[in-house]
């Protein structure tokens, strides 16, 4: 099954707004990683946050990370038309490079 | 390179034949993924080679699925006898090796392959 599980599975909000998705994973970790995915082909890594870490910020993104309840969110502050996309978490074991993947949040910012 | 070059970016093929996805990395990237995504899902990890090392194959769906990455460099993804369930986007992706979390991967844009 996967790891990681975000949430909502979709997002509609108007440009300008802050788009918050959240991420659970069900083992423990050494790194969560978020991507984004536009129109389904290549992904682009946005952030990687470690499990000793809590909080990240890159620009308008932040992440946060709580291991006790096992969750990240990313939040996009002030959105734009072009960070409309999929998003995706992905989570790898220590000492397990295999990354395990949601099924990802899909966002849509409307102008 | 300057990112990862996937080839063809689309494939349509009869099932029964088969197909080689080809995947040219990032210069210097030891590491190197493939993985699979369905329409509407995560991805789903194929197989990892790592320098040298055998490969990682314990995704690999059946044993119509093989991969080989030629000098440390370019890998081909070789599924034989395709079937309808194949149909997906193939993604490869390459890295630094993964050690203390340092940084992520770069993917390539992906094969669409179709079964018909």
């Known amino acids: 099954s996967q790891q990681g599980e975000e949430d909502p599975q979709a997002l509609s909000i108007q440009e300008g707004e802050n788009a918050t998705m959240n991420c659970s994973y069900k083992t423990s970790i050494n790194n969560l990683q978020w991507y984004r995915q536009n129109s389904g082909r290549g992904l682009v890594h946005l952030i990687l946050i470690r499990s000793n870490e809590r909080e990240k910020h890159s620009g308008r993104l932040r992440v946060t990370l709580d291991t006790s309840k096992k969750s990240s969110s990313l939040l996009i502050t002030a959105s734009r038309a072009a960070d409309t996309a999929s998003y995706f978490c992905a989570t790898d074991r220590d000492s397990n490079y295999q990354l395990i993947w949601g099924a990802g949040t899909k966002l849509i910012i409307k102008p | 390179g300057a990112g990862v070059s996937q080839s063809p970016s689309n494939k349509v093929t009869e099932k029964g034949k088969d197909v080689e996805l080809r995947c040219d990395p990032i210069?210097?990237?030891?590491?190197l993924y493939w993985y699979r995504q369905s329409l509407g899902q995560g991805l789903e990890f194929l197989i990892y080679f790592q320098g040298n090392s055998a490969p990682d194959k314990s995704g690999l769906p059946s044993d119509r699925f093989s991969a080989e990455r030629t000098g440390g460099s370019v890998s081909t993804l070789t599924i034989q006898r395709t079937q309808q369930e194949d149909s997906a986007v193939y993604l490869c992706?390459?890295?630094?090796?993964?050690?203390?979390?340092?940084?992520?991967?770069?993917f390539g844009s992906g094969t669409r392959l179709t079964v018909v």
């Open positions: 992706a390459s890295s630094l090796p993964f050690i203390g979390g340092v940084g992520g991967y770069t």
């Open positions: 210069s210097g990237h030891t590491a």
